[in-house]
């Protein structure tokens, strides 16, 4: 099995007075994809440059199949980079791009050639192979780099956000291409991006950072569901927030008071206490809306309503995104599936007033401090 | 209509050229196909005994010293620039640095000659430190050689190939070096392979500017050269002057703008032949 095992233990880096990188730690396992997401400037490719060996840490080690590799130069890492703007050499064509590692390495016309042509096949850039780089889209330069990368038969490819230099419809095609082609080739990827639908997407396993910090690592779901604070709830995906005091602790649940909402029921995430103030997230498509006040047939101490009036509605025919104004401070999102059909119902619209709930099971509780 | 008046533009830098070019390169092919006057001046009758004379060894040696130098000289000259043009093109101060470049070009070139026969001469500075610091017991020979030549011409041209190769690496693309090296190469593989290359039509501009106008030396080996290094510019200047020989000098002059004009065309038909870029091609195809 191709691929290597990566840890990164303790990094640090600054530049100057400004610290990039704090003390990450984080470990890939063999053939995952694992990807680090985080907003621009938060020190994604300062991380991808140490672990490609152009950047040195100040701090940490770097095990690569529980060898250390921080005081290997680049070209002797296994690793290698796509870089964000992909760095394709501009004097030599697709085809001699390609076979660049393999002319280091000395390799003959003849390997060159049956190597070349299996990953310009496999990138699809048959019909390319005399272009420059000038010569090609954006998608085909991607295309280039990476078969580039892979003809080296690295151990772990690195990939600085190699989509955002593409078109939505061309980024989405890429993404499910990449994602073959990392089942296909079987090797370890670290893909960076500021997307949090392409990480979703594609991760096995997923980092979020913001300002040199690794917050949480996840798998998409874990990280979705689960976000470990409200930087992470909000980054990944909307969400919506409600800030209250503990008033009550029960065995699985809690009754939290909320300013300008009243007492919600929430779920016991974590350990709870009388007096603490907690945020609270609830995804708008966890949140259900109807004219009609909602009644429970089972468990109705299960479920928050809150009454409210619609401020706005964008609807994109599979779905509908409601803004529901209940006072000042508070403005819900949230999404209501079509999953009939659309015009026999008597749909909800703007300035209607409706009722807005959720099972106290669907909201997640991502912080907690104690009075 | 309307008239295009465009090649009137070109009038007054045509009849420019026309005067001072034109007519004096025929004036000289003219001449090089006369016979040699008494004392100087042609004799109006044809004759092909001055390019007979060019076979002559003595002046083939010194066709050969003047390719020699020219080729030493430029290629020390693009050694020495293409780190100067790198470090400039990365520095932070890249104007003061051009600006010292360009400083030597205030200063009249026969007096910076002059100034590097107060520094290589007997009584030179570079004579009175050996000396002084015990190095060697006498004066050594410094000027009126080859090596004196080579030093001073690579000395007057650095600045025309920094300053075109400063351009060409200013242009280039660093994060290239560090995919090179991501892929495989070692450090000088990737000078080689993608620097170097990416940066050819400075490299190439560089030789044009340096070797072609070494071919056609003349100050230089007149001030500080000797007798192994007679360039083909000092023999045209002795046939005119002290052998009188005008047609003799006008066929060397010949063969001189012969094998220049061969280099250039040679060294211009080196840059990039490749497939037009899309980009030109889309500018092309927009005019
Ligand atoms: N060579 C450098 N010298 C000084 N500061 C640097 C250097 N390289 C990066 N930085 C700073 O480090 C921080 C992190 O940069 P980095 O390029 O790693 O961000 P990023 O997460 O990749 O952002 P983006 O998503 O925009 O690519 C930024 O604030 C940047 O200004
Ligand atoms: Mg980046």
Redesign the interface.
Same mark, same amino acid.
């Given at each position: 099995m191709k691929g290597s095992d990566l840890k990164i233990k303790n990094l640090s880096k600054s530049f100057g007075d400004t610290q990039v990188l704090k003390n990450i730690s984080f470990r890939v396992k063999k053939g995952e994809l694992f990807s680090i997401l985080g907003p621009s400037g938060c020190g994604k490719t300062t991380l991808l440059r140490i672990i &490609? &060996? #152009?950047e040195d840490p100040d701090e940490g080690r770097i095990l690569m199949d529980n060898q250390d590799i921080l005081e290997l130069?680049? !070209?002797k890492r296994g690793? !290698?980079?796509i #870089?964000q !703007?992909y760095? %394709? #050499? +501009?004097?030599l064509s697709v085809y001699e791009n390609i076979a #660049? +590692?393999l002319?280091?390495?000395k390799y003959t016309d003849g390997e060159i050639k049956e190597e070349v042509e299996r990953y310009l096949v496999l990138a699809r850039l048959q019909d390319h192979i005399r272009k420059?780089p000038?010569? %090609?889209s954006g998608g085909q330069k991607q295309r280039v780099a990476i078969a580039?990368?892979l003809v080296?038969q690295p151990n772990i490819l690195l990939l600085d956000e190699p989509l955002s230099a593409l078109d939505a419809k061309l980024r989405q095609h890429m993404l499910i291409e990449l994602d073959s082609i990392h089942d296909d080739v079987g090797i370890t990827f670290i893909y960076v991006t500021h997307d949090q639908q392409e990480a979703m997407s594609v991760s096995d396993y997923m980092a979020v950072m913001n300002k040199g910090e690794i917050l949480q690592v996840g798998t998409p779901s874990e990280i979705y569901e689960k976000p470990v604070n409200a930087f992470v709830a909000d980054f990944i995906g909307e969400t919506n927030f409600i800030e209250g005091k503990v008033t009550e602790v029960g065995e699985t649940t809690g009754r939290i008071s909320v300013e300008g909402l009243g007492v919600l029921t929430v779920d016991k995430d974590c350990p709870i206490n009388v007096g603490d103030r907690v945020k609270l997230t609830i995804r708008p498509e966890k949140i259900r809306i109807t004219k009609k006040e909602p009644v429970f047939a089972t468990n109705p101490e299960q479920f928050n309503v809150i009454k409210g009036k619609v401020d706005e509605v964008i609807y994109t025919g599979f779905q509908s995104k409601f803004f529901v104004k209940v006072n000042a401070k508070y403005l819900f999102r949230l999404i209501k599936q079509h999953v009939k059909y659309y015009l026999d119902e008597a749909p909800i619209s703007w300035k209607d007033e409706v009722f807005i709930w959720w099972n106290c099971d669907d909201s997640y509780l991502v912080e907690v401090s104690a009075s | 209509m309307r008239k295009n008046y465009g090649k009137l533009y070109t009038a007054p830098v045509l009849l420019w050229l026309t005067v001072f070019f034109v007519i004096p390169g025929l004036i000289i092919v003219v001449f090089s196909f006369l016979k040699k006057g008494l004392y100087g001046g042609v004799v109006w009758k044809f004759s092909m005994e001055a390019y007979r004379a060019l076979f002559q060894p003595a002046f083939l040696k010194v066709v050969l010293v003047t390719v020699y130098i020219s080729v030493v000289s430029t290629f020390l000259t693009l050694l020495l620039s293409i780190p100067v043009a790198y470090f400039i093109a990365r520095s932070k101060a890249k104007n003061i640095l051009l600006l010292l470049i360009i400083i030597p070009f205030w200063t009249n070139f026969l007096i910076r000659i002059f100034a590097w026969i107060a520094i290589l001469g007997n009584n030179g500075f570079l004579n009175h430190f050996f000396i002084s610091i015990g190095l060697f017991p006498d004066y050594i020979q410094l000027l009126y050689n080859q090596y004196a030549v080579i030093l001073v011409t690579v000395y007057t041209n650095l600045p025309y190939a920094i300053l075109p190769l400063y351009v060409n690496v200013e242009k280039f693309d660093f994060s290239l070096l560090e995919a090179a090296r991501d892929l495989g190469a070692t450090k000088s593989q990737a000078i080689f392979r993608i620097f170097l290359p990416n940066i050819k039509v400075g490299i190439i501009t560089a030789i044009i500017f340096t070797f072609i106008p070494a071919l056609g030396s003349y100050a230089i080996p007149q001030l500080v050269g000797g007798a192994d290094s007679y360039m083909v510019g000092n023999i045209i200047a002795r046939e005119l002057t002290i052998n009188r020989n005008w047609p003799l000098a006008s066929s060397m002059s010949v063969i001189l703008t012969l094998v220049t004009t061969v280099a250039i065309l040679f060294f211009v038909n080196m840059k990039p032949g490749r497939t037009m870029t899309r980009t030109a091609v889309q500018a092309k195809a927009k005019v």
């Open positions: &490609g &060996g #152009f130069a680049p !070209n690793v !290698n980079t #870089f !703007n760095a %394709l #050499f +501009p004097h #660049f +590692p002319r280091i390495k420059y000038s010569q %090609l580039r990368a080296n | -």
